[in-house]
């Protein structure tokens, strides 16, 4: 069955450095998204993608976040420069039509450690 | 504005019990509802979704929920608990756009042999 892959599943960093958080969603899916979930809190939105663009994003989603397709494959978030509150499991997630009811088929997720 | 709340952080029944989880929710439009479940490192999967129709929907893994719009709830209920529910669930509900999905805290169950 296919399905939402994530690398790394653990990320440390250091605070102040950039990471990119990969995400290959489902083949034939054409909106993506990226949730993060900080320890014992909701699983809270940070964008949605679809057609090379951003479709929607959150008051999270500031101008340290970006997120690009950089092939047919790849979905990738980057923080550009981490702060310890960006500590958090950050999942992909992917849908094959924008229709409300389609349901979001989510990533296992990176556990992303600002130190 | 959508928002969920699901009342429990942890949840614990024996085998063989029945399984109550609890969702509110809140919504500005009629809601589409959902319900993951995610396993220790494993991804959100979905057990069962309400968008139109019929207030009781079906999922996997014996689950079932029920709409309930004059309580403003989605409750997940299972007859008959099995060791393998152990996991962690999430309620969600959708933006009109579908494009946001807002989630409860979760609810962890337990269950005891």
């Known amino acids: 069955e296919p399905e939402v892959t994530q690398t790394p599943s653990h990320q440390v960093t250091q605070m102040g450095q950039e990471v990119i958080l990969r995400c290959v969603p489902i083949?034939?899916?054409?909106?993506f998204y990226w949730y993060r979930q900080i320890l014992g809190q909701k699983v809270e939105f940070l964008v949605s993608f679809y057609n090379n663009e951003i479709s929607e994003k959150s008051e999270i989603f500031d101008d340290q976040f970006s997120v690009e397709r950089p092939d047919g494959s790849n979905f990738t978030l980057k923080i550009r420069s981490t702060k310890l509150e960006d500590s958090a499991m950050y999942f992909c997630?992917?849908?094959?039509?924008?229709?409300?009811?389609?349901?979001?088929?989510f990533g296992p997720g990176t556990r992303l450690t600002v130190l | 504005a959508q928002s969920v709340t699901q009342l429990g952080s942890h949840v614990s029944v024996s085998e063989g019990a029945l399984v109550l989880l609890r969702c509110n929710y809140s919504?500005?439009?009629?809601?589409?509802l959902f319900w993951y479940v995610q396993y220790p490192n494993q991804g959100l999967q979905l057990l069962l979704k309400?968008?139109?129709?019929?207030?009781l929907v079906k999922g996997i893994n014996g689950f079932e929920a029920e709409f309930k719009k004059s309580e403003t709830s989605f409750h997940l209920t299972k007859p008959s608990a099995h060791m393998s529910d152990a996991a962690e669930y999430f309620c969600a509900v959708s933006t009109n756009t579908g494009n946001q999905f807002y989630f409860g805290t979760g609810t962890s169950l337990t269950v005891i042999p």
């Open positions: 083949s034939n899916h054409l909106y």
């Open positions: 997630a992917s849908k094959v039509r924008g229709i409300r009811d389609n349901e979001q088929f």
């Open positions: 309400y968008t139109t129709g019929a207030t």
């Open positions: 919504s500005s439009v009629p809601p589409y």
